[in-house]
């Protein structure tokens, strides 16, 4: 049974890996903010899209700006800050959920592959062929072809980039396998279930987190790119690449309603590297 003891001994270790350098500390408070935005969008920030207030106002610290407006309204009368916001939340969770169905479904076609041989040769082979297409063309030119909606999008761009994750991590796998602390294993008579779970699962971590995090940083690039491009816009769950659509027409009188869904991007891509690196920067570099 997981005893208080070793429960406050696991909390420990987890704080100083956290706080064990500058990177991983950053990255880790920049993700609970990101949580914190995400999830108390409404009740924390009431924030809304209701066209209300005046329209085409300046960000605050522009002359005629309005300190209850951040970085002001658009042409309807929103609120771009709020508008940020709800736009925010709505391209994480689109994120995350393509990300978690890709990874789960990757992995466990990844642990099949490593005990079926017979197949695994003419899948990686057709995975091999699918990285050399550059997956946001491959995302865009699909998009073109089904419904245009969320889900069919969400759907796309696993798809597109789960090729990719399989095969770099099954790469993993297989240079893992062929070490020679392994091979003294299997001379040893251990299992290659045993083997995989025990020593290529936990050695292969570092690796294999780097590649989700390349991958949420692919996947929500996708989803804003393709928004942007006006695939799957739908005014009831607006997201950033939805906005800085709709707020190219002010570019020229307010650039900050353009700019802040881009820059929005780059530091949650940014703050997420950084905590994985921070955490496993080393051995992912050995």
């Not at 300046?58 to 407006?69: Q, S, Y």
């Not at 009188?253 to 940014?270: D, E, R, Y």
Request: net charge positive; hydrophobic share 55%.
């Amino acid at each position: 049974m997981f005893s208080r003891t070793k429960l406050l001994s696991w909390l420990t270790l987890c704080f100083n890996k956290l706080h064990s350098n500058l990177y991983s500390m950053i990255g880790f408070y920049g993700i609970l903010a990101i949580v914190f935005v995400s999830l108390s969008t409404r009740w924390f920030f009431h924030a809304h899209l209701d066209p209300i207030y005046v329209a085409s106002l300046p960000p605050a610290w522009v002359i005629n700006g309005d300190i209850n407006h951040i970085l002001g309204t658009n042409a309807r009368g929103q609120d771009v800050f709020y508008y940020l916001l709800i736009g925010y939340r709505s391209t994480i969770a689109m994120t995350m959920k393509a990300v978690f169905y890709v990874v789960v479904i990757g992995s466990i076609l990844i642990y099949l592959l490593f005990f079926i041989p017979a197949l695994r040769t003419i899948i990686l082979f057709i995975f091999r062929f699918c990285t050399v297409i550059p997956p946001l063309l491959g995302v865009i030119l699909i998009s073109l072809l089904v419904e245009d909606n969320i889900t069919n999008m969400l759907i796309v761009i696993g798809l597109s980039y789960m090729p990719r994750f399989i095969y770099n991590i099954h790469q993993q796998v297989i240079k893992e396998w062929h070490k020679t602390y392994i091979t003294a294993y299997r001379l040893d008579g251990l299992s290659s279930f045993a083997i995989l779970n025990h020593y290529i699962i936990p050695n292969i971590l570092p690796v294999y987190l780097t590649e989700i995090v390349s991958l949420f940083g692919a996947t929500i690039l996708a989803v804003t790119t393709l928004t942007f491009l006006g695939f799957a816009n739908d005014v009831s769950r607006p997201d950033l690449g939805m906005m800085m659509f709709q707020m190219k027409d002010i570019i020229a009188t307010n650039c900050w309603a353009f700019l802040s869904p881009g820059m929005a991007v780059v530091i949650t891509i940014t703050l997420v590297y950084l905590f994985v690196f921070g955490l496993f920067g080393r051995q992912v570099g050995n």
